[in-house]
């Protein structure tokens, strides 16, 4: 970003539930954020995924935000209206010689992490969100992947993470707000699905297609995507995108200690609204979970 960059924020909820507190929470900050530097505020509705989202959902997302006196431009950019820009981002990385088809289920991942933990120096590699992929696919032949794809075996695509470190081959850095300049360690994060078998992009992959076209230039999501965020440097960078500034804000959680998930109904920014609280109230009521 230079310094005559207006500041643009987002707030990209998935229409998969309602909101809850800590999205308000989410929303509130990327909006004070950007009207207290004279910026824009964006709402994007992360829907790629068909089986999850529901438009039921969406609408109310809308209502939601509106109630909290948010304001945003329109028309709203909705994900599954734009797998050609995907789809474009993921050939670039094709292209690159960094994706491998993954036809694996998730129990053959379950069957093999469970035989390489026999022998603890090769086992399975934790993650920030759990046991990474071993790798069973990453050395298929290409008389294997043509077989697999003749008999029409779902794939999903995967980054190889190897090759696209060697292929960066320095080290890439981003600014969090709270704690400064981070190094990138994306290797943390293995082999991710960048294209899943049911719809043909991921999170990831979407995420930073939008972040730069939507010229964002401040992305303040919950601490949770915290290693999200290094993972997504380095596909800006492997796709020539523009880099963004990140905040990693804290997590609501409840008095005993969970982090508040949309099965959390009694704390829906809709059910808050129908018991009569004022948006007005809404910081106090989120700084009781914080
Ligand atoms: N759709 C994502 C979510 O709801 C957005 C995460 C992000 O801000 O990058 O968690």
Known sequence: MTQTDKIITR???????LLHLGHAYSAKLNYDFAMENGGEF????????????????????????HWLGLKWPTPVRRQSDHFDDYAAALNKLSD???????????????????????????????????????????HLTDKEIAEKMAANIPHAMRLNMDKALKLVNEPLYWEDLNTGIQKATP???????????DFPTSYHL??????DIQNITHVIRGEDLYYASHLQRL?????GLKTVTYQHHGLLKTKDGNRLAKRDKSIT??????????????????????
């Open 187 to 197: 290797e943390v994060m293995g082999d991710v699905v960048l294209a899943r078998k």
């Open 96 to 138: 690159m010689g960094l994706l491998y088809p993954c036809f694996c289920t998730r129990r053959n991942i379950r069957e093999e992490i469970n035989e390489s933990s026999r022998a603890p120096h090769l086992g399975p590699k934790m993650g920030p969100e759990g046991l990474l992929y071993p790798g069973i696919c990453k």
């Open 235 to 239: 596909l800006q960078h492997l796709l």
């Open 42 to 65: 964006i709402l994007r509705i992360e829907d790629i995924d068909h089986l999850r989202c529901k438009t039921e959902y969406e609408n109310q997302i809308f209502v939601d935000l």
């Open 269 to 290: 920014i809709n059910s808050l609204r129908e018991s009569g609280t004022h948006p007005e109230e809404l910081d106090a009521i989120i700084s009781d979970y914080l």
């Open 206 to 211: 979407s995420v930073v297609v939008d972040d």
């Open 11 to 17: 707030f990209a909820p998935s229409p998969s539930g």
